[in-house]
């Protein structure tokens, strides 16, 4: 399998964590550029990839102002602002990850789901702790009859926590 080149839009919490994840399993790929407004966060990221100036953007606009530059690009920019890159990067033919949720609104998720059309890139949305070992675990048991019967479940992601 080839490592995808990969662009980091938006690296506070979950992008960086995104980062690391690929910086672990870097023979599934690479990250070559980064898109933040927060200079210490896009500096971070920078350094931890090694990335030239002209690889490092503000904004996403800046980021897809340029040539496409990569197979795929993480969108883990606030909930409220996925669209706009999402749509975009699609329009460029990247491939994209989107943390959740995929948009704060089902007209904005259509704009997206038609850019992908169009594109006939990759879009998948991120649902990490659906395959997170307690999880999955629980559905074992719950499938093996453990708990009794289900009639209700109450989840809470403590994400602060």
Known sequence: M??????????????WGFSNLIKYYNYLGQVVAVAEPREGYRQRVA???????????????EFCAKPRMCDAVVIATMDRDHTGPA????????????EKPMAPSLEEC??????????GAIVGVCHS??????????????DAGAVGRVITVDHIERVAF
């Open 129 to 142: 702790l659906r395959y997170q070992k307690g999880f999955r675990k629980l559905k074992e048991l719950v």
């Open 2 to 15: 080839k490592a995808k080149t990969v662009a980091m839009i938006g690296v506070g919490g979950r992008g």
């Open 47 to 61: 350094e931890q990839w090694n990335l030239p100036a002209d690889r490092q953007f503000r904004t996403w606009q």
């Open 110 to 119: 259509r704009a997206i789901e038609a850019a992908q059309r169009r594109s």
């Open 87 to 98: 749509v975009d990067c699609l329009n460029k033919g990247y491939d994209v990850l989107l």
